[in-house]
């Protein structure tokens, strides 16, 4: 499979403010099928404190991109056929979605992805789960 070209576009991955500066206040209305997402860096140390390499962060930030639900619009979900088992996320989940969807902007000095509610690829109680450096051996 070959990956499209995307010039200097600025992927997903990359487009992340530090989790050190709070959240936008107030966060912007939102109306429609749209989920506010601010991105979340992937871990760069192992769980004993392991600095990681640049190039294995990268692997791993091209596997997952992570974010957290700010707002979920106001018409986000309500389609019985799309989604019958109701909502796939709300405020305060982390989530996955692809790597070239969804629109990026700066809102206060925050970088975030407004993206449409189907997405959202899975949820995920905690960001770190999505571990793709795993030991199978135990």
């Given at each position: 499979m070959q990956n499209a070209k995307f010039g200097n576009a600025i992927r997903n991955d990359d487009w992340i403010t530090s989790e050190k500066v709070e959240d936008p206040?107030?966060?912007?209305?939102?109306?429609?099928?749209?989920?506010?997402?601010?991105?979340?860096?992937?871990?760069?140390?192992?769980?004993?404190?392991?600095?990681?390499?640049?190039?294995?962060?990268?692997?791993?930030?091209?596997?997952?991109?992570?974010?957290?639900?700010?707002v979920v619009g106001d018409s986000a979900y309500i389609d019985n056929?799309?989604?019958?088992?109701?909502?796939?996320?709300?405020?305060?989940?982390?989530i996955a979605y692809g790597r070239h969807v969804g629109h990026k902007f700066v809102y206060k000095d925050i970088m975030l992805i407004l993206i449409f509610d189907d997405q959202v690829i899975m949820k995920v109680e905690k960001p770190e789960y999505l571990d793709t450096m795993f030991n199978l051996s135990g």
């Amino acid at each position: 499979m070959q990956n499209a070209k995307f010039g200097n576009a600025i992927r997903n991955d990359d487009w992340i403010t530090s989790e050190k500066v709070e959240d936008p206040v107030p966060l912007p209305g939102l109306p429609g099928y749209h989920v506010l997402v601010r991105p979340v860096a992937i871990r760069n140390e192992t769980k004993s404190g392991i600095l990681l390499p640049d190039s294995t962060v990268d692997d791993v930030k091209y596997l997952t991109t992570v974010g957290r639900v700010l707002v979920v619009g106001d018409s986000a979900y309500i389609d019985n056929k799309k989604f019958p088992n109701g909502p796939w996320c709300q405020v305060g989940d982390y989530i996955a979605y692809g790597r070239h969807v969804g629109h990026k902007f700066v809102y206060k000095d925050i970088m975030l992805i407004l993206i449409f509610d189907d997405q959202v690829i899975m949820k995920v109680e905690k960001p770190e789960y999505l571990d793709t450096m795993f030991n199978l051996s135990g």
